[in-house]
């Protein structure tokens, strides 16, 4: 997938998924599927140019091949900005559901062949929605299709409406699908929404939003190595700083590498996300005990999904008392589960 935050180096033409798309819930995939089809449409029109031109002797100059304004490809885009408005309006940093490698990954999988990330300056939040969509979307993306959210806002002070970018967008022959709001149980799918989930260890309800399991991808690192003494050898994961992690507490986790050579497969256990008071611990961490597992994962990439939220972390009067109930907590996850020992 090609990334760029200047827009003046994006691939073109585009077809455009717009918004802030933290998380990419199961509302932003709606959005983003127009943009696919119609970049679709366009591989499909290409690839039948070039089987039309297609004879023996010219065989490898009719291929369609996607560099430069040689061919009619149409770019499936994403334009997100960077940083995410509420961090430049609130002046603080704002934690994300999807930090960029996450996004890009997803996106990838979803078929989204650039991000284009836009920088979100004052010269950025002041463009009129008519300055907005000549200067980004038509003379930079050279868009020929947007798709957004039904209650999609963008330009100063966000004035501009979706109803506001398709007429805007039409006086350059440019269509805009509008999706309707995409909801679960009554509420609209937002990233907020989901954020709230995790926060109250909602997590049946976060992964529903999102469509997939709320999901930790970090580096083992070292930590105290205490919990080998007290039987709970941990994996400390090192997460991007940007990362929004749900309430402190115990959870039950599936993990899996990105690599071989460590877990052949899928594995259950359980995370603990805080403080450490028994330990009077001083930083966050987040720690995995892998079930019914041993072995060596230091420097591994762990993809860790949260699945079930069972209690708060608590400050135990002795390490013996914190022992008794981690091993709850592991009779808790193997129930959950389903392989109850
Ligand atoms: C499932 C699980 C639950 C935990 N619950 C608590 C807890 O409630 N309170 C606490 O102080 N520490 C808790 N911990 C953290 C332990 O204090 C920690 O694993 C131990 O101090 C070893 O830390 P280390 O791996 O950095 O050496 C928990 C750890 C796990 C794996
Ligand atoms: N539930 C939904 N159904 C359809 N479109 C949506 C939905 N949620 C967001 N969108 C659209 O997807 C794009 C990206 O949305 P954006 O991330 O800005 O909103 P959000 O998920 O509601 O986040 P927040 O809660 O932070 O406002 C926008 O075009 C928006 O209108």
Same mark, same amino acid.
């Not at 997938?1 to 709606?30: C, K, Y």
């Not at 509420?86 to 996450?102: D, H, I, V």
């Not at 990233?191 to 970090?218: F, M, P, Q």
């Given at each position: 997938?090609?990334?760029?935050?200047?827009?003046?180096?994006?691939?073109?033409?585009?077809?455009?998924?717009?918004?802030?798309?933290?998380?990419?819930?199961?509302?932003? #995939?709606?959005v983003i599927q127009p943009i696919l089809q119609e970049s679709?449409?366009?591989?499909?029109?290409?690839?039948?140019?070039? +089987?039309?031109?297609?004879? #023996?002797?010219?065989? $490898? &100059?009719?291929?369609? @091949?996607?560099?430069?304004? %040689?061919? =009619?490809?149409?770019?499936?885009?994403?334009?997100?900005?960077?940083?995410?408005?509420?961090?430049?309006?609130?002046?603080?940093?704002? $934690?994300?559901?999807?930090?960029? %490698? #996450?996004?890009?990954?997803?996106?990838?999988?979803?078929?989204? &062949?650039?991000?284009?990330?836009?920088?979100?300056?004052?010269?950025?939040?002041?463009?009129?929605? #008519?300055?907005?969509?000549?200067?980004?979307? @038509? /003379?930079?993306?050279?868009?020929?299709?947007?798709?957004?959210?039904? =209650?999609?806002?963008?330009?100063?002070?966000?004035?501009g409406t979706s109803n506001d970018l398709r007429a805007i967008?039409?006086?350059?022959?440019?269509?805009?699908?509008?999706?309707?709001?995409?909801?679960?149980?009554?509420?609209? !799918?937002?990233?907020?929404?989901?954020?709230?989930?995790?926060?109250?260890?909602? !997590?049946?309800?976060?992964?529903?939003?999102?469509?997939?399991?709320?999901?930790?991808?970090?580096?083992?690192? $070292?930590? *105290?190595?205490?919990?080998?003494?007290?039987?709970?050898?941990?994996?400390?994961? /090192?997460?991007?700083?940007?990362?929004?992690?749900?309430?402190?507490?115990?959870?039950?986790v599936r993990v899996s590498t990105s690599s071989l050579s460590?877990?052949?497969?899928? *594995?259950?256990?359980?995370?603990? !996300?805080?403080?450490?008071?028994?330990?009077?611990?001083?930083?966050?961490?987040?720690?995995?005990?892998? +079930?019914?597992?041993?072995?060596?994962?230091?420097?591994?990439?762990?993809?860790?999904?949260?699945?079930?939220? +069972?209690?708060? &972390?608590?400050?135990?009067?002795?390490? =013996?008392?914190?022992?008794? *109930?981690? /091993?709850?907590?592991?009779?808790?996850?193997?129930?959950?589960?389903?392989?109850? *020992?």
């Open positions: 997938m090609w990334i760029t935050s200047s827009p003046t180096t994006a691939l073109t033409p585009t077809t455009v998924a717009l918004g802030n798309f933290d998380g990419i819930h199961r509302g932003h #995939e709606q679709r449409a366009s591989t499909a029109l290409e690839e039948q140019k070039g +089987l039309d031109n297609l004879d #023996e002797s010219n065989f $490898k &100059e009719t291929l369609p @091949i996607r560099n430069g304004a %040689a061919n =009619d490809h149409v770019y499936a885009t994403m334009a997100t900005f960077y940083p995410h408005p509420r961090e430049f309006f609130s002046g603080e940093a704002w $934690k994300l559901l999807t930090p960029r %490698a #996450e996004k890009v990954k997803r996106l990838s999988v979803l078929g989204v &062949e650039q991000l284009v990330l836009l920088p979100f300056d004052r010269e950025l939040a002041s463009l009129t929605p #008519e300055q907005f969509v000549e200067k980004i979307l @038509i /003379q930079q993306l050279k868009a020929t299709h947007v798709s957004v959210g039904a =209650d999609f806002r963008f330009g100063n002070q966000r004035l967008a039409s006086s350059f022959g440019v269509d805009v699908t509008i999706v309707p709001l995409f909801t679960y149980e009554g509420e609209r !799918i937002s990233s907020s929404l989901i954020r709230e989930s995790l926060e109250t260890g909602d !997590i049946d309800k976060a992964n529903r939003l999102l469509g997939r399991s709320y999901s930790l991808t970090g580096v083992v690192i $070292k930590g *105290q190595q205490m919990g080998r003494t007290i039987g709970f050898p941990t994996a400390n994961l /090192q997460l991007p700083p940007d990362k929004f992690l749900p309430r402190h507490g115990v959870y039950c460590s877990l052949a497969s899928e *594995q259950f256990g359980v995370m603990n !996300i805080g403080m450490r008071p028994t330990v009077n611990g001083t930083s966050l961490t987040v720690e995995i005990h892998l +079930l019914d597992w041993t072995g060596d994962l230091y420097g591994q990439t762990l993809i860790v999904s949260i699945e079930k939220f +069972l209690r708060s &972390e608590a400050k135990f009067p002795s390490l =013996d008392a914190l022992k008794s *109930q981690i /091993q709850a907590d592991c009779a808790a996850a193997r129930v959950y589960f389903g392989n109850g *020992q």
